[in-house]
């Protein structure tokens, strides 16, 4: 059974710098691109970053850039998101996924269960 766990959200003060892991096991994610996305409260979701199988190629949403940061455990079933400098727009439900390519990351079929993540001001 596929499962991607998310963890490392809560309650966190502008400014702040939490980290959250997404936990992939189910299948071999060591070749698969991974990513974050976010959605708040009425919104749609939107991605947020990817970074391609091996960790060397990233990408980020231009409301993010510079202030969050993805990574890949030495396993590569694990995908981080450091984020610095937080905002209270940055309040959302962020979401981890899992796909063959960076591309395809938006219509996967393997997303995790989400980690709240509220900035407050």
């Known amino acids: 059974q596929v499962q991607l766990v998310e963890s490392g959200g809560g309650l966190v003060q502008a400014g702040g710098s939490p980290r959250l892991s997404c936990a992939a096991s189910?299948?071999?994610?060591?070749?698969?691109?991974m990513g974050w996305f976010r959605q708040a409260p009425g919104k749609e979701r939107e991605f947020v970053a990817a970074?391609?199988?091996?960790?060397?190629?990233?990408h980020y949403a231009d409301s993010v850039k510079g202030r969050f940061t993805i990574s890949r455990g030495n396993a590569k079933n694990t995908v981080y998101l450091q984020m610095n400098s937080l905002k209270p727009e940055d309040t959302a439900v962020y979401y981890c996924?899992?796909?063959?390519?960076?591309?395809?990351?938006?219509?996967?079929?393997?997303w995790g269960q989400g980690a709240q993540v509220t900035v407050s001001s």
């Open positions: 996924a899992a796909d063959q390519s960076v591309a395809r990351l938006a219509e996967s079929d393997y």
């Open positions: 189910g299948r071999t994610f060591s070749s698969y691109a």
């Open positions: 970074t391609n199988w091996s960790g060397g190629s990233t």
